[in-house]
């Protein structure tokens, strides 16, 4: 039985549909991260699964109990959550241990109880001999691990994290990070963390849910995400991918026969026949002296991680800018001949249009966003 399962949410804010029929369910003890673009609807989701906000349509289980739906609504204080937020929301006046025992006096437990918890969660957050101090006396680092403290203090069966490390510099940023991990696998507790940075998510995550506009994209853990995108939103917004147009000839039993221009290749995927598209990262592409599956133009290079970056604009095809990493400098304008050695087919949802219209609209963005790239 899942631990957390949500069942065709749907949330309207006036006539805005912020939750578009959101179904998902995740196992005990897993790290959910709530991915999408700006104004996707994770922190109105995250709200929902508190108990801060009630569905329109809709219902919410923790394990075999409807929290939500069904004229069924369990207050926040009855769920059993712990939420920790962006600004920490810590009571500023008092120290480190009266803020974690705050809610441990509001559930009725004995002094003793109390103090056994919150040495326990300072050892698991590794604050032990810092819970004199107020919070100004912290850094913001210390400040995000007072606050999962004190969420972890009352045992709660869900810890809810909404962009827990936006105020935190990237050096900061990446040690939480793996803090977050460790104080996940140590605890058993499951775990859903909002964030728009998608190496956040794919770091720290053992399932992903990528949300677009109200309505859940896709499921699933980061490597499923990044090999085998089920559309291309998730093919673009994962990995810094790209995707190419391709015509669909033929295609079953995972493997997918397309056109990509005038070369005819075999991919894995399947896809209806017809428009779709190629989802592909830059280590999927390959440059060799000639007889490529894909020309381009160089349009620039970064010299990062000891590679030079290029972006290259196909030529031949009306398509999206490539990135690929290669061993030397060369000049803008540079003709270079891809191999592709990976890739994923995915079809384009039934809308042929959206395909045309897209690529068409497209190049010319490309070329002029490409120009500031270099
Ligand atoms: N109380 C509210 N009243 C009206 N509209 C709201 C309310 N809460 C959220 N929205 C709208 O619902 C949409 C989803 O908001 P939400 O905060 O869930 O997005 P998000 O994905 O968390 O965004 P961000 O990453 O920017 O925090 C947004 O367009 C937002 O303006």
Redesign the pocket.
Known sequence: MPHLCLNAIS?H??K?T??DSVSLAIPDGAFLA?L????????????LIAGL?HPDQGEIRFDDQLVAGDAVFVPPEKRRVGMVFQSYALWPTMTVRKNIEFGLKVAGLTVQERNQRIDEVLDVVGLRGLDGRRPHELSGGQRQRVALARSLATRPQLILL??PLANLDAHLREAMLAEFRRIHSLTGATFVF???DQDEAMAVATHVAV?DR?RLQQLGTPEELYRQPSSSMVARFIGRGRTLPVQVVESGAGRTKVMLGQQLLDMPGEAPTGYGWLCCHASDFKRVPEGGHLKVELLGQVFQNGVFLSHCLPTEIDGDVVSLPLEERLAPGTSIELVLTGGWVIGDGGTGQTWAGRVTGRSSTCRSAVISVS
């Open positions: 949330k804010f006036d805005f912020a939750l709530l999408g673009p700006s104004g996707c609807g994770k922190t109105t989701l995250l709200r906000e909404d962009e909002v964030t728009h949300l109200g």
